[in-house]
């Protein structure tokens, strides 16, 4: 599996603060996503990269910002954070050669906003 | 738009049997990839099986496997002796193929698994 590390791997945080997630990988992948978990809801992509400084909006958008200024390093912002924020957040990012198709995942943060 | 249905929120059986998570999804597309990821209670995603929906062959991964039927629209994952650790949510999910580029994976609802000692 991909090397991917995600930071903080617990956060409480209070409505209207700003948040910064980090998604961090070892293995020069060019794709990079977040999605986020909740119940009844499976995973859902927020925003994704297609390369440095290269990002585009996901399904569930709103709320969130992202940036991308290394291909190790992708960041997810809650410009101000909402209790319909709590949830688990996972990053992605996708294989290379021959298996270039599959993303492997971050071990996920859980963010809860009060 | 893509979606993807698993219609068994919850599974259990004992250990050693075999049991089978359903999955169907629907799509306009011809050619695309169906996975099924694992999530125990560490909540790690972990990649169980892949299929290419052009392969007629189902995959298969040691004692996973999948029933790939494409006309029908459905992906089964076969759980043959079942193991303690196997206990997790999976979930079924759908990507398209793309030449070159990001392409997003959709996702069902999962299916909890426990398996009885």
């Known amino acids: 599996d991909a090397g991917i590390t995600q930071s903080p791997r617990h956060k409480v945080t209070e409505t209207g603060t700003p948040v910064t997630l980090r998604c961090h990988q070892t293995e020069n992948h060019r794709y990079m996503y977040w999605y986020r978990q909740d119940p009844g809801h499976g995973l859902r992509l927020i925003h994704y990269s297609y390369g440095v400084k290269d990002t585009d909006k996901g399904e569930v958008s709103d709320g969130y910002s992202v940036s991308r200024s290394k291909t190790e390093d992708f960041l997810l912002t809650l410009e101000s954070a909402t209790s319909s924020q709590t949830s688990v957040y996972f990053c992605?990012?996708?294989?290379?050669?021959?298996?270039?198709?599959?993303?492997?995942f971050g071990p996920g943060t859980r963010l809860l906003v009060l | 738009a893509q979606t993807v249905t698993q219609s068994q929120p919850e599974m259990s059986v004992q250990e050693a049997e075999t049991v089978t998570l359903s999955c169907t999804y629907d799509?306009?597309?011809?050619?695309?990839?169906l996975f099924w990821y694992k999530q125990p209670p560490s909540r790690q995603m972990i990649l169980v099986i892949r299929q290419e929906a052009y392969k007629q062959q189902n995959a298969t991964e040691n004692r996973f496997s999948v029933n790939f039927q494409k006309a029908a629209k459905s992906f089964s994952l076969k759980i043959s002796d079942s193991q303690l650790g196997d206990t997790a949510m999976y979930f079924c999910?759908?990507?398209?193929?793309?030449?070159?580029?990001?392409?997003?994976?959709?996702f069902g609802q999962g299916t909890r698994l426990t398996i009885n000692p």
């Open positions: 992605a990012s996708q294989g290379s050669a021959p298996f270039a198709e599959t993303q492997y």
């Open positions: 999910a759908f990507m398209k193929h793309g030449i070159q580029g990001a392409q997003k994976l959709v």
């Open positions: 799509t306009s597309e011809s050619n695309y990839y």
